[in-house]
């Protein structure tokens, strides 16, 4: 009986050490340590043998039978304190991992990437300028001079009598052409600011601006260029039409519809029953503007025109109020 209890308490030792988890603990109870476990059975053989010898193996027994209950609790303690003990809650490691959370885009940064892209790929290169901008050539320089009434749609932030928070993207026709000679052809993306605010306003707002300069540049190719523009960005089948309009850097100047994107051209509440959305101001640069850059109106001719990103993210969305953009409520934004 003794060679059994020593047998016992060298294997009760190991498989102690090889449990590592709640489970294998409770297994390693039942196996040696419960009422009908093995150490039970050797115990019962304490019966047989010679009254003489039965204090000494009774000490022993009792020792083996402590020291694994010490060594049991000592053990559970352990793995508790990596929260693997018997009721503690366990980790199922066969679920997938959890992911951080990406982040994206904003919507009006996705649609401007989208622009810049079918620009580029129609030759276009991309040119930024700076927000706070100069009157001159935010105004002046765009055949815009003081208190000519044109200001007064801007609903400018001035810095200072002769600086401001530009109000559109044209004043980046003038410094492309300040600094090239034409050919040109370009696109500038960027942040514009007016004093303004409602459902269809905020005060800073993106437009992207177009430019080609070159001999014998003609309305045809503005209208050439914008078709296939808008082919691109929404369907294919989208209708576009002109509308006389005037802009001070552009003669003749236009405005831009496209068939209704919402209704198709049905009549809905978007397009206020017509049919059509106004998305873009264009024209041919006027010379006065060419004469400011130093390019020769004789010789070269062009075509301007200015979008608003804002307009086209919420006409591609069906996105009715422009505020939603800027409340950076991350369940409106991670829609796109
Ligand atoms: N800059 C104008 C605006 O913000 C838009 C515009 C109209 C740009 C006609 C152009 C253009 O380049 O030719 O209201």
Not at 40 to 56: C, H, I, Q
Not at 81 to 104: C, E, H, I, N, Y
Not at 279 to 304: Q, R, S
Request: some cysteine.
């Amino acid at each position: 009986m003794e060679a059994e209890l020593h047998r016992l308490q060298t294997e009760a030792r190991a498989a102690l050490t090889a449990s590592v988890n709640a489970l294998g603990l409770e297994a390693f109870r039942v196996k040696y340590l419960g009422r009908k476990g093995l150490f039970t059975t050797v115990m019962r053989a304490l019966g047989d043998v010679p009254v003489a010898e039965r204090p000494r193996l009774g000490k022993l027994a009792n020792d083996v039978r402590q020291e694994l209950e010490e060594a049991f609790a000592a053990r559970e303690a352990e793995l508790a304190g990596s929260q693997m003990a018997v009721g503690a809650p366990r980790s199922d490691l066969t679920l997938p991992g959890r992911l951080a959370p990406f982040g994206k885009s904003h919507p009006v940064t996705q649609v401007m990437e989208e622009v810049c892209a079918i620009f580029e790929g129609l030759g276009f290169a991309v040119a930024e300028g700076p927000d706070v901008e100069l009157d001159y050539y935010n105004f002046e320089a765009l055949n815009i001079p003081p208190h000519h009434p044109a200001r007064d749609m801007h609903d400018t932030f001035y810095v200072s009598d002769s600086v401001l928070l530009r109000t559109h993207t044209s004043p980046m026709q003038v410094r492309a052409m300040q600094k090239a000679a034409p050919p040109l052809r370009m696109i500038a993306p960027g942040k514009v600011y007016r004093c303004d605010s409602d459902i269809t306003h905020t005060p800073m707002f993106h437009q992207v601006e177009g430019f080609l300069v070159d001999r014998k540049v003609s309305f045809g190719d503005l209208k050439g260029v914008l078709s296939v523009f808008i082919a691109k960005m929404f369907d294919k089948k989208t209708p576009i039409r002109f509308r006389p309009s005037f802009f001070p850097f552009t003669e003749p100047s236009a405005e831009v519809d496209i068939g209704c994107v919402i209704c198709k051209g049905e009549g809905c509440r978007v397009c206020k029953k017509t049919g059509w959305l106004e998305i873009l101001g264009a024209g041919l640069i006027d010379p006065a503007v060419f004469k400011m850059v130093g390019y020769d109106p004789d010789a070269y001719t062009g075509f301007a025109f200015g979008l608003g990103m804002e307009r086209i993210a919420m006409l591609k969305y069906g996105i009715t109020d422009i505020r939603m953009f800027y409340e950076n409520d991350l369940r409106f934004l991670s829609q796109f």
